[in-house]
């Protein structure tokens, strides 16, 4: 499995209760640009319309060796790949006060085809970022502290 990119953002703004992996559709060229590691999840996100799930604010950057890629929205609205059993089921979560869907991984899978990751998310209060740093810190010193030497 290859990863392309990561959303690092989403883990410190949001809780993740469940992830699900999507297919995600593409023309050639922004397939050839996820190869060479070309995209970026920062603010993207996910809606279900019409029963169908959206992809909004990926930033692909255009294949350099491609016609078509100079004529394409890097941040175009793509369409994600999730059986129907599984949309609604999300659908459902997605109603409820507080969630959202939030792509936190792009990558390859074994077949070559490209994946994205899909959370389930509930955004986390400020309070509840600062003791999550609190933590980290506390046991980032108790490693140093007790460090076999």
Same mark, same amino acid.
């Given at each position: 499995?290859? /990863? /392309?990119?990561?959303?690092?953002?989403?883990?410190?703004?949001?809780?993740? !209760? !469940?992830?699900?992996?999507? %297919?995600? $559709?593409?023309? %050639?060229?922004? /397939?050839?640009?996820?190869?060479?590691?070309?995209?970026?999840?920062?603010?993207?996100?996910?809606?279900?319309?019409? %029963?169908?799930?959206?992809?909004?604010?990926?930033?692909?950057? &255009?294949? &350099?060796?491609?016609? !078509?890629? $100079?004529?394409?929205? &890097?941040?175009?609205?793509?369409?994600?790949?999730? #059986?129907?059993?599984?949309?609604?089921?999300?659908?459902?979560?997605? $109603?409820?006060?507080?969630?959202?869907?939030? &792509?936190? #991984?792009?990558?390859?899978? !074994?077949?070559?085809?490209?994946?994205?990751?899909?959370? +389930?998310?509930? %955004?986390?209060? /400020?309070?509840?970022?600062?003791?999550?740093?609190? #933590?980290?810190?506390?046991?980032?010193? +108790?490693?140093? #502290?007790?460090?076999?030497?």
């Amino acid at each position: 499995m290859k /990863v /392309v990119c990561t959303n690092k953002k989403a883990y410190h703004l949001y809780n993740i !209760e !469940e992830t699900y992996e999507a %297919g995600i $559709q593409l023309y %050639g060229c922004e /397939v050839k640009s996820l190869r060479l590691g070309r995209a970026n999840l920062n603010d993207s996100f996910a809606r279900i319309v019409n %029963g169908e799930v959206f992809l909004y604010n990926m930033h692909i950057s &255009p294949y &350099p060796h491609s016609r !078509e890629a $100079q004529n394409l929205d &890097p941040t175009r609205t793509r369409k994600l790949l999730l #059986k129907k059993s599984e949309i609604k089921r999300l659908a459902g979560k997605v $109603q409820e006060r507080g969630y959202t869907l939030i &792509p936190t #991984k792009v990558y390859f899978n !074994e077949r070559g085809l490209a994946k994205v990751e899909l959370a +389930l998310a509930k %955004g986390k209060k /400020v309070y509840d970022r600062r003791e999550d740093i609190k #933590k980290r810190d506390l046991e980032r010193e +108790l490693s140093r #502290k007790y460090k076999i030497k």
